[in-house]
């Protein structure tokens, strides 16, 4: 076979790669970090990379998705291509830090601290013939199982601390025993694994203290935005596929660990607890456990109930032997950040109604009412999140945070007064409720071209279809619109159908609690004008931001949650929306834009 030569600006890095292979994926399985909203399908147009010379013909998904000018200058799309000669490319930087608001809470519940992790002082009797570990099962007064590194630090802290050590364990699992009595950090790491983003939280498990918090993008992106690209690449590689999703999340974690402990002035080696959240596929994806049985009828995990595992068998970069719990599932598509969203805002104690939706790539929607508890998951797609949107983005500097109408035009924030690069999903929501108060969208979704109007000449022809431009560098296609549409219809059909079957009304409900950054972000009146939700909604919205984040770091802190956890799931009535011909008519009828 014969290879050629990828050589990466501004990297410098060079890749040997076997003739006729598709440029995506070898640019994937060398480490190259690029942005693949779509799994490499062609219809997200994010993979782009700039051909430095000899750029190959366009294809018609690139005649689609880029513009005139960005074709002239060479940017082509990577899953559009194979190598067929040397090739020079410009990778464009792949942008890990996300906005804080990914890990904000904006509540903080009173729970009591009782963490699983605990330190007992121990004074050791050296003298006699009993072996050291004998001499320290006598000072503990109690049977232990010694791991292999304990074994290996008891010498040492023996001789160290005189006799005087600190045994370290977990609920009844051994961790270490470091000499001195007591004066040992005991820190705990909890996790969210989001399907867009990675949130990590460094605890003081001691004093209950939290020593850091930091978001990034999960490197996952890079093989698509949404889990049934990520499951699609699993079957389509195999284990090699698995593997690499694996150490993508692995390696943003451990990133993630490293960025909280140089902040904090800790070492990882005294994490000695941590508890993991996220949707069912991310976290089979965690463990290198193959996720297809969640992309096809009937959508079954793996498992569903509490793992408790060890650090080592994660290659996470912690104390090797930390206690690392999974909080349990609902289903397939409601997972353990739905469990810990639940667990953070109390709503399984509720005496009103409510409703809970995290407004991410999987929709996930409970709904509490009667003192029973209804749950689904609605495939929405991550336009919300500005995945699979032109010139959509994350929440990062550059982004249309949010968009006004004034008296004469349109004013808009971005994130970091930055020039704006793209729009994140609270912008999108802002313009389309805009648009559709002017008249420039109908309620049938099409942009509509109304000469005279005041914001007539931001509609522009975009390739073979329209675009309302606010920016050079930022406009809303019509086949954006339909991809908000789209989502938008699936979550609120969602919403009557656990409410058809619940025996209840909208205006039964008290409190919405939108979870997620996005929710924090996003003004109430926006989601009604789109149909998100109904009118009187409006004031009973309550932004919670990351609480599937905060309800790991309770977990931490206080041990009976994670058996609350287990409760919860039990109490939780599922319903698949795939069954449900119900959800079909609603989804239609909620296409519809309201007038």
């Known amino acids: 076979m014969r290879y050629h030569i990828i050589f990466l600006k501004p990297s410098g890095k060079k890749i040997e790669a076997p003739q006729g292979e598709r440029l995506l994926p070898i640019l994937l399985a060398s480490g190259v970090r690029i942005r693949s909203d779509c799994g ?3 219809i997200c147009g994010h993979c782009r990379v700039r051909f430095l010379k000899g750029a190959p013909p366009p294809t018609e998904a690139e005649a689609h998705l880029l513009s005139p000018e960005e074709l002239e200058q060479g940017w082509r799309l990577a899953c559009q291509h194979k190598v067929e000669s040397d090739i020079a490319l410009w990778i464009p930087p792949f942008v890990e830090e996300v906005s804080q608001e990914k890990v904000r809470q904006t509540f903080q519940p009173i729970f009591p601290l009782r963490p699983k992790a605990s330190l007992i002082p121990l004074f050791v009797n050296q003298g006699g013939p009993n072996s050291a570990l004998e001499k320290l099962k ?12 304990l074994l290996r630090q008891l010498p040492g802290a023996l001789e160290d601390g005189k006799g005087s050590v600190t045994f370290i364990r977990v609920g009844r699992k051994t961790v270490s025993v470091r000499p001195g009595s007591g004066n040992v950090d005991l820190l705990g790491l909890a996790v969210d694994v989001g399907t867009s983003t990675l949130a990590a939280y460094l605890l003081d498990l001691r004093e209950g203290k939290e020593l850091g918090a930091k978001a990034i993008a999960n490197p996952q992106i890079s093989f698509g935005t949404d889990v049934i690209s990520r499951i699609t690449y699993v079957r389509e590689n195999g284990k090699k596929g698995l593997e690499e999703l694996r150490e993508a999340v ?21 994490i000695v607890h941590a508890v993991f959240v996220g949707n069912p596929t991310m976290l089979h994806l965690l463990l290198g456990i193959d996720p297809s049985s969640i992309g096809e009828a009937p959508f079954a995990p793996v498992w569903k109930e509490a793992l408790s595992l060890r650090a080592k068998d994660l290659d996470l970069m912690i104390n090797a032997e930390a206690v690392v719990d999974l909080l349990p ?12 969203c639940l667990l953070a805002c109390r709503l399984h104690e509720a005496d009103g109604s409510f409703l809970l939706l995290d407004i991410g790539t999987n929709g996930e ?13 609605t495939a929405a797609g991550p336009a919300f999140e500005g995945g699979r949107i032109s010139c959509g983005m994350p929440a990062l500097p550059g982004a249309v945070s949010h968009v006004s109408l004034q008296a004469r035009g349109l004013r808009w924030e971005i994130i970091g007064e930055e020039k704006p690069r793209g729009i994140c999903g609270s912008g999108l929501v802002d313009l389309l409720a805009i648009l559709l108060q002017t008249g420039l969208v109908n309620s049938s979704g099409r942009l509509v071209s109304r000469p005279g109007h005041f914001l007539s000449s931001h509609i522009v022809s975009y390739g073979n279809q329209l675009a309302f431009q606010i920016a050079n560098t930022v406009s809303l296609t019509q086949r954006d619109i339909r991809e908000l549409q789209l989502a938008k219809a699936a979550i609120r059909a969602g919403i009557e159908v656990l409410l058809e079957y619940a025996g209840g009304t909208p205006g039964e409900i008290e409190t919405v609690y939108l979870a997620g950054s996005f929710g924090s972000q996003m003004r109430p009146e926006s989601l009604v ?3 998100l939700f109904p009118k009187d909604f409006v004031s009973k919205i309550r932004p919670v931001g990351n609480a599937a984040g905060l309800g790991a770091v309770i977990a931490l802190l206080d041990c009976n949650a994670l058996e609350e956890a287990d409760e919860i799931t039990k109490r939780i009535k599922y319903i698949e929306l795939s069954r449900e011909s119900l959800f079909s008519s609603k989804f239609v009828k909620h296409l519809h834009f309201p007038n």
Request: charged fraction near 20%.
């Open 329 to 340: 599932f609902v289903s397939g598509y409601v997972g353990a950040d739905t469990v810990a």
């Open 365 to 377: 929607i409970v709904l509490g009412i009667g003192g029973k508890i209804f749950a689904c998951s």
């Open 40 to 42: 490499g399908r062609g």
């Open 529 to 531: 004008r789109i149909g």
């Open 250 to 270: 692995v390696s943003g974690v451990n990133h993630l660990v490293k960025k909280l402990c140089l902040k904090a002035g800790a070492v990882p080696q005294d």
């Open 138 to 149: 006598d000072a503990l007064k109690e049977e232990i199982k010694p791991s292999l590194s």
